[in-house]
């Protein structure tokens, strides 16, 4: 891996938060999340209230990339066959028999955004596992692989709100991110006020193409990876397990149980496209610590005491990164 290629990542980041900015105020933070995600093979679940255009980003950053995309509203109602396809009946106009015939439903694509996705139940969420982990579908017998690279954006209201549903664990684990949309601020909301208070004429221009994306993502799957960088990942990790050796009294007083070895894995890969799209050959500790939150605040299984105290993940992470 040349140093022009790390160079030329670090202009395509600056070059998507550019095309993205023309139709959504802020959010650069963000926007790097999305694009390590995608150069590390994996998937990111954004959380914020309604309002706060969590579809119109997921939309700009896939407009910004040169893949098909498909977007998915979750409701309570919908079911496995509606994302995945279903077989009906069809009559072969060569032979005049009637056979099943399969049709493929939106997830076979490229960039899926599952829009609230916490708005169905747990059953139909279910249905972009194998999909999200294996990038196949196994369907009426038959297995059909997903063109590449594959990657789902889901949007989630806070799950306290009425008629969402609580993604299961292992859902959850398979999303490498987990970021939230805060309120803008106020010079961020009169921008936003006064681009979209008239008819917008701006529209986001695709700046990677599938074969670029395949080749960013084999460039940081091949980075190779100083020991010292693994030994921090694991550290941080393992720390958040309330029976590790490092775990600190609120670890084993408020976490029922942490992140897993899975978790170290997406970490260290997201810390691999960071370093490359900040220009460097192999990853160091600060993209480690600087991902450590996005990758694990999804992962960590508070108890009862942690809820009856008002303590949450994020402080609980806070702590993991000032003592590990």
Known sequence: MTATTHASAGDILSRIQSEISKVVVGNNDLIEHLLIALLARGHALLIGPPGMAKTTLVRSFASSLHLPFNRIQFTPDLMPSDILGTEILQENKSTGQRELSFIKGPIFTQILLADEINRTPPKTQAALLQAMQEKTITLFGRTEKLAEPFMVLATQNPVEQEGTYPLPEAQLDRFL????????????????????????????????????????????????????????????????????DNAIPEIRRYVKWGAGPRAVQFLVVAAKARALLRGRPTPIEEDVISLFKPSMNHRLQLNFQAEAEGVDVDHILDLVLKNA
């Not at 700046?207 to 960013?216: D, F, G, P, R, T």
Request: hydrophobic letters at 40%; zero cysteines.
């Open 177 to 244: 991110f987990s970021l939230y949309l805060d309120y803008p601020s106020y010079q961020e909301e009169m921008e936003i006020v006064r681009m979209h208070s008239g008819t917008m004429r701006q529209s986001v221009n695709a700046v990677l193409s599938q074969e670029e994306i395949l080749k960013l993502q084999d460039s940081v799957f091949d980075m190779t990876v100083s020991d010292h960088v693994f030994e921090k990942a694991v550290r941080l990790a393992r720390a958040t397990r309330p029976d590790a």
